[in-house]
């Protein structure tokens, strides 16, 4: 079975850092682009970061400078680390990875979301 599988998330106090990881696990021959979303309450999901297979990197305009994305290709894993932390960072934060699969066909997998809390 192919899945997605986020962990780290918590409760942290404005300023403290926090490094969530993403797992992709299964029968997965590669995987492509991977990303970081986040959905707050009454909001859409929005893009945090992204991360090519060879490495190269965006993000949202509000965590510049705070997060920064990486990626174990080795490990099929993906992290977020993200410092200087807000409480508007205060969302429910997805994971998402392109794995192309043993039939030749590239899928876009979700995780199921870990929570992340910033207080003031």
């Known amino acids: 079975q192919v899945q997605v599988v986020e962990s780290g998330g918590g409760l942290v106090q404005a300023g403290g850092s926090l490094r969530l990881s993403c797992v992709a696990s299964?029968?997965?021959?590669?995987?492509?682009?991977m990303g970081w979303y986040r959905q707050g309450p009454g909001v859409q999901r929005e893009l945090v970061a992204g991360?090519?297979?060879?490495?190269?990197?965006k993000y949202g305009d509000s965590v510049k400078g705070r997060f920064a994305i990486s990626r174990d290709n080795a490990k099929n894993t993906m992290y977020l680390q993200m410092d200087s932390l807000k409480p508007e960072d205060t969302a429910v934060y997805y994971c998402n990875a392109e794995l192309r699969l043993r039939n030749g066909r590239t899928y876009s997998y979700w995780g199921q979301g870990t929570q992340v809390t910033v207080s003031s």
């Open positions: 991360i090519t297979s060879a490495g190269s990197t």
């Open positions: 299964g029968s997965i021959v590669s995987i492509n682009d």
